[in-house]
């Protein structure tokens, strides 16, 4: 089966979010731009996460609970995970392993938690966009115990990108995938490394820019587990 997909969408959690990009909004718009798979992957939680499998589901796409990872080397990782449970338990973790600054929201934007309605309940307090102290090379054993999996992030990208601040991909970290912007070079992605192209959307008008195309064996009601199997290398 082949699908369209954009496993990398920001919600108005993440503070460089826009405020539209409610988690509703985010799974319709997915819905009008033919996708058929979607991750919600805000910087360093996944509290939108609920509201945007409810929505996803009423919009009957599929959808995964996700998380834009800020290691301590200040490399972005997007984390997927198969139950909403672990997406949220990982969330907590995260945050105890996070510096308490709190956000200033005239500077870096609202982080705004929402309903399955589009209605605010509550802030989160804590500064979204900075490192914590897991480092790249601790995720993949991290992960595995909150039904998850992880991969660099945009690693053609200058900011917050493994290869600019690295200078590669380190094998400690055992990722199985990458990803590349809509624009990155595939030479980038190391031999044997699945690619995952997504938008890394903050605006309602790139949801779905990323052109991401994969062929997988399944059928509708299998992409999800499909994906993990692919992305894992299996």
Do not use: W
């Amino acid at each position: 089966m082949k699908i369209r997909y954009d496993l990398h969408l920001h919600s108005c959690l993440s503070p460089c979010g826009d405020d539209s990009m409610t988690p509703v909004t985010v799974a319709g718009l997915a819905v009008l731009e033919g996708l058929d798979l979607i991750a919600l992957t805000d910087h360093n939680t996944a509290l939108n996460c609920p509201a945007f499998l409810r929505a996803a589901e009423e919009y009957g796409i599929a959808a995964i609970p996700g998380m834009e990872l800020t290691t301590s080397e200040d490399i972005h990782v997007v984390c997927l995970f198969e139950t909403l449970e672990g997406a949220l338990s990982f969330s907590e973790y995260v945050a105890e392993h996070s510096p308490p600054i709190k956000n200033k929201a005239e500077i870096f934007g609202r982080q705004q938690i929402m309903d399955e309605n589009d209605e605010v309940i509550g802030e989160e307090e804590r500064l979204l966009i900075i490192a914590g102290d897991i480092s790249i090379n601790d995720i993949d054993d991290l992960i595995v115990k909150f039904d998850g999996l992880a991969y660099p992030a945009h690693i053609d990208k200058e900011a917050n990108g493994v290869i600019a601040i690295l200078g590669a991909i380190p094998p400690e970290a055992e990722f199985s995938a990458a990803e590349l912007s809509p624009t990155g070079s595939e030479e980038l992605l190391p031999s044997g490394y699945r690619m995952i192209r997504s938008s890394d959307s903050h605006y309602p008008d790139t949801i779905g820019g990323g052109g991401g195309e994969l062929e997988l064996d399944c059928g509708k009601e299998d992409i999800i587990p499909a994906l993990f199997r692919y992305l894992k290398g299996e």
